[in-house]
């Protein structure tokens, strides 16, 4: 069974520090940040999903493009906003911030 593509992000191209800038104004809490987040997490999932489906190793490579750019993009707000966010709410654990193999 073929699961439904995902059209590309449509009119404007946004560079990485763009999409930062925009989340930073955009994102007023922490709650915020998570259900954005939430959503760039359900996003990958359906690019892995097009991309089991792919026929071709061309769209493939297409595919796996996407999802290394939207990983990318996903933990440099995770790193320059959202685990900021979490310290200067009294967030702190070990794991904060660490991405695995990272010391």
Known sequence: MRTQKIAPAAAKPRTTQQKIDATEAAVGSVQ??????????RKVE?????????????EKTGIAKEICKELITHTILEEQIFYPAC?????????????PGRA
């Open 32 to 41: 915020d940040a998570v259900a954005l987040l939430k959503g760039d997490h």
């Open 46 to 58: 359906a690019l892995f999903e097009q991309y089991e489906g792919a026929d071709s190793a061309t």
């Open 87 to 99: 310290r200067e709410k009294g967030v702190e654990d070990d794991m904060l911030g660490r991405s």
